[in-house]
């Protein structure tokens, strides 16, 4: 039988470029180590003529952020023919903007188990063209709570434009930076707790989620700066005993809490594959804050630490995603 030709899609020009090539490369050396004809391709405007030269079997989406999570490529792959790992272009539209999340789950969701921090979102044009910058001051009430605040870039991801707002006199330039990165900002509470990454696989309704990944930084924020330096988070997968709560069995059911939520989301929005949700138990529940259509996958991320707590090598994790994409077809 011929070997079957992976086509893994990486880089591209957003922001998070960078992650994506070490997500990218991180893939193509396991499939090569499984045996398949590895093809690695940049996400630039000579993609269709080599995609149709020559010809893969199935294609690896390893893109972050603009061009992958925003159905991009993925509407390209479909349009070409060629079965991909990874959630259809629809799903990748629902999903990649902060701003919108909360507010479609209200619409899909069978009940009220999942719950989204307070936020509002606001575009560019309404601080450039109409002076929404003199309205700031109704921030906390519009939301009805106090500060802090986390102000981000309704698109992207790696912590990007992230800013942890302590007072009125921050929040200007905390939205100036996030503005950088995206058109349209995001103003939420910010939630004290434990936070969580918990990563889904499989089809909606046949959902498995992985143990959760407990992410705490030694100081400051889950930043750009802190995942890029190993030397400034602990990761525990599970989290770590007395960190979610003092009792054993209570531990364990706020663990079933929050991998029901992230199920939850997951088969709301269709994903299909893997995708990442990142939610914070505050003590009393799990608050979502992002989920994440295309997740890291380099050899320190989050989805690899999930798959090894749960005894999965990122081997068997690729090769099922290969397999199950060419079953299924375009």
Not at 305 to 310: E, F, W
């Given at each position: 039988m011929p070997t079957s030709k992976v086509a893994v899609i990486m880089g591209g020009a957003s922001?998070?470029?960078?992650?994506?090539?070490?997500?990218?490369?991180?893939?193509c050396r396991t499939l090569e180590e499984l045996g398949y004809d590895v093809l690695p391709?940049?996400?630039?405007e000579h993609l269709v003529d080599t995609l149709r030269e020559e010809k893969p079997d199935v294609a690896w989406v390893a893109l972050h952020?603009?061009?992958?999570?925003?159905?991009?490529?993925?509407?390209?792959?479909?349009?070409?023919?060629?079965?991909?790992?990874?959630?259809?272009?629809?799903?990748?539209?629902?999903?990649?903007?902060?701003?919108?999340?909360?507010?479609?789950?209200q619409r899909v969701e069978d009940d009220a188990?999942?719950?989204?921090?307070?936020q509002v979102a606001l575009p560019l044009d309404a601080f450039k063209d109409l002076g929404a910058a003199k309205a700031l001051d109704l921030v906390t009430k519009r939301l009805g709570v106090d500060f802090p605040l986390a102000v981000k870039p309704a698109k992207g991801g790696s912590a990007m434009g992230l800013s942890k707002v302590e007072g009125q006199g921050e929040l200007g330039e905390a939205i100036m930076a996030a503005l950088a990165y995206d058109d349209v900002v995001v103003i939420q509470q910010w939630v004290?707790?434990?936070?969580?990454?918990?990563?889904?696989?499989g089809a909606p309704g046949d959902e498995l989620v992985l143990p959760p990944v407990e992410i705490r930084p030694l100081e400051g924020l889950f930043d750009v700066k802190a995942r890029q330096d190993p030397d400034a988070v602990r990761y525990y997968c599970p989290p770590n005993p007395g960190d979610l709560a003092d009792d054993a069995a209570e531990e364990a059911d706020i663990q079933e809490a929050c991998m029901a939520a992230a199920r939850l989301v997951y088969r709301a929005f269709q994903c299909r594959d893997m995708a990442r949700v990142d939610l914070v138990w505050n003590g009393h529940r799990p608050l979502v804050l992002d989920l994440k259509v295309f997740p890291g996958l380099t050899e320190t991320s989050l989805v690899p630490?999930?798959?090894?707590?749960?005894?999965?090598?990122?081997?068997?994790f690729v090769d099922g995603l290969v397999k199950k994409a060419m079953e299924r077809g375009v």
């Open positions: 922001f998070e470029r960078k992650f994506s090539l070490e997500s990218g490369r991180h893939v391709l940049d996400a630039t952020g603009k061009g992958g999570e925003d159905g991009a490529v993925p509407s390209l792959l479909e349009f070409l023919g060629i079965p991909y790992v990874g959630s259809a272009p629809a799903v990748c539209r629902t999903t990649w903007s902060k701003a919108e999340l909360p507010f479609i789950m188990t999942v719950n989204w921090p307070p004290e707790g434990v936070e969580l990454s918990l990563t889904v696989m630490m999930a798959l090894d707590g749960a005894g999965i090598s990122f081997a068997d």
